[in-house]
C-alpha cells in the first residue's frame, strides 16, 4: 500500500506498512483509512481520533466482512452479523446505545457523522 497526503489524516502508512500485506480493501474516512486484509483482519492509519487508531478495539476486528465509513468513524460488520465501530463517538464510532439491536446485520451505510444498517430481516 502506498499512502500520500497530509501526513497527519492518513497520507503516511508508515506506522502501519509492515501490517499491510495481502490487502483486499482500503475504505477512507476524511482524515484516516482501513485496510481489509486478506485473514479478514483490519488495519487502520491516520488521524487517531477520527478512526486512525483502531487498538482499543482491535482484537474485535477479527473476521471482518465489510467496513464502512462515515467522516470521522468507521463501521465494520463481522461474519456472524455484528457490528463493530470505532472514531468519533459523536460521529457513529460509539454504537453502544443500539448494538443490542446490530445482530444479523446485512449492510451498513455511512454519512457524515452516522451510520445505518440493515438488518437481515429487512
Known sequence: VVAWGHPGYGGDAAGVQGQLRNVR???????????ILADSSVV?????DDGGDSSEI??????VKQVQAAWFA?????????VVTWGRPECGGDSSRVQH????????QGGQSAFAAILSDG
Do not use: C, M
Open 74 to 82: 468507521f463501521a465494520a460488520i463481522l461474519e456472524d452479523g455484528s
Open 58 to 63: 482491535h482484537d474485535q476486528l477479527r473476521r
Open 101 to 108: 439491536q446490530l445482530r444479523s446485520v446485512r449492510q451498513i
Open 25 to 35: 480493501q482500503i475504505v477512507a474516512a476524511a482524515t484516516a483509512f482501513a485496510a
Open 44 to 48: 487502520t492509519w491516520g488521524d487517531p
